[in-house]
């Protein structure tokens, strides 16, 4: 694979493998998309305060999150139907992430079902979950991860209802899809992306085979409305969520520190300060904006992690000066994926490793429990 120096590259490598309605629906958000760049202007309002004449010579970023080892502290959060951009979809991913040491978070709506994916290599794993407003579905879902040997089961609060995705309506990016003629024109021009989407691996919901007659998108698009995506949902189904599994609790999509805290309180072991990538609802803070109240409420109760606009490894060191104890990236796993499939994504970890590696030594913290507040400057 070509030399890559940054996630911008790769970003700009997958773009050039994609058509324009696939690279829209990944980099795209709500509405205006006000949420989207709020979550990258923040990391870019903050500056470092480095200290100098340190022996830096010893720089370490292994950490630990959920008390599982991870060679550095950036996971692949869940991200559905992987295999729209890449045949091998999610198990290259989880492979690439295996080997690089840290944990692959597997979407509920991933293009590979959960067993596959574990069966690709020895990734740890963690599985998300839509709703368990349905327990019958919710408890397959806890015995599939279980005998999936999940390490953790990621509750996803962010989506009582879908976001409104403009620029996917106005790209057909919905279910069934609006093909155009200007599309099929596009497609004509990815021709191994066509190829891969038409004759290698049609994209499917893996989770949803056997749950669903014949498991095409429309079906499960509409069994997911009907019995999963659920807006009647409430805290008491973390707490059933809790009561039925001993392995680790994440909470995913918290923004305020009283959702945080009753998360908390309700026996997540972690939560995930999410705005679902602007993804979801418009006119949200950033993530990295609302990290320190949060961490600062639940310090010690949970850990917190964050996500949204993470690009640069200057920003997962922004985000653990901050309180988080990891950061999760989507859209540069799938940038990764698309670019490079396994390939792609272990040059994703291995950018994201120098550059936090680059900055801890250039700013005189060699070691990730040195990152304060004091490291930073706002403004
Ligand atoms: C293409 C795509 C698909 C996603 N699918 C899911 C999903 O199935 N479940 C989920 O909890 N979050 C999903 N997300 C949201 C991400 O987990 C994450 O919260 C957000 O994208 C993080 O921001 P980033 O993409 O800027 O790193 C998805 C995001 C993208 C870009």
Redesign the pocket.
């Known amino acids: 694979m070509k030399s890559y120096y940054g996630i911008e590259d790769i970003e700009k490598a997958a773009n050039a493998r994609l058509p324009r309605i696939v690279r829209e629906?990944?980099a795209g958000g709500a509405s205006t998309e006000y949420t989207v760049a709020q979550?990258r202007r923040a990391f870019d309002r903050i500056t470092f305060s480095p200290r100098v004449m340190v022996d830096v010579s010893e720089r370490t970023i292994a950490t630990t999150v959920l008390g599982q080892r991870v060679s550095m502290p950036v996971l692949p959060?869940?991200?559905?139907l992987a295999s729209l951009v890449h045949p091998e979809g999610e198990c290259a991913a989880a492979r690439a992430t295996a080997a690089a040491g840290s944990i692959f978070c597997i979407?509920?709506?991933s293009g590979y079902s959960l067993e596959q994916i574990a069966g690709a290599g020895n990734a740890p794993l963690w599985f998300?979950l839509f709703s368990c407003r349905d327990r019958t579905i919710a408890r397959q879902f806890i015995d599939r991860a279980r005998a999936a040997r999940c390490h953790a089961l990621i509750l996803?609060v962010d989506l009582p209802i879908g976001g409104l995705r403009y620029r996917d309506a106005r790209n057909g990016m919905e279910f069934p899809p609006r093909i155009r003629v200007r599309d099929l024109l596009d497609f004509a021009a990815h021709p191994r992306w066509l190829w891969n989407a038409l004759v290698v691996r049609r994209a499917t919901m893996g989770n949803y085979v056997g749950l669903v007659d014949g498991a095409s998108m429309g079906a499960t698009a509409s069994f997911l409305k009907e019995r999963v995506l659920t807006p009647a949902v409430s805290w008491d189904d973390l707490s059933w969520l809790r009561s039925q599994w001993d392995g680790g609790l994440v909470v995913?999509g918290i923004l305020s520190v009283p959702d945080a805290l009753e998360a908390a309180r309700r026996g997540a072991d972690a939560v995930v300060v999410?705005n679902?990538?602007g993804?979801q609802l418009d006119w949200l803070p950033a993530t990295l904006d609302v990290l320190p109240e949060i961490a600062d409420a639940v310090h010690g109760r949970a850990e917190v992690l964050i996500?949204?606009?993470?690009r640069h490894g200057a920003d997962v060191v922004k985000a653990l000066a901050l309180g988080a104890r990891a950061c999760?990236?989507?859209?540069?796993w799938?940038w990764a994926l698309a670019a490079g499939g396994e390939a792609g994504v272990a040059r994703m970890f291995r950018v994201f490793a120098e550059e936090i590696e680059n900055v801890l030594g250039l700013i005189g913290r060699p070691r990730l429990e040195q990152l304060t507040r004091e490291c930073l400057r706002v403004g």
Request: glycine share 22%; no cysteine; aromatic share 8%.
């Open positions: 629906y990944i979550n959060g869940p991200a559905g979407s509920n709506a998300q996803g995913k999410s679902h990538g993804r996500d949204g606009g993470v999760l990236v989507a859209r540069p799938y």
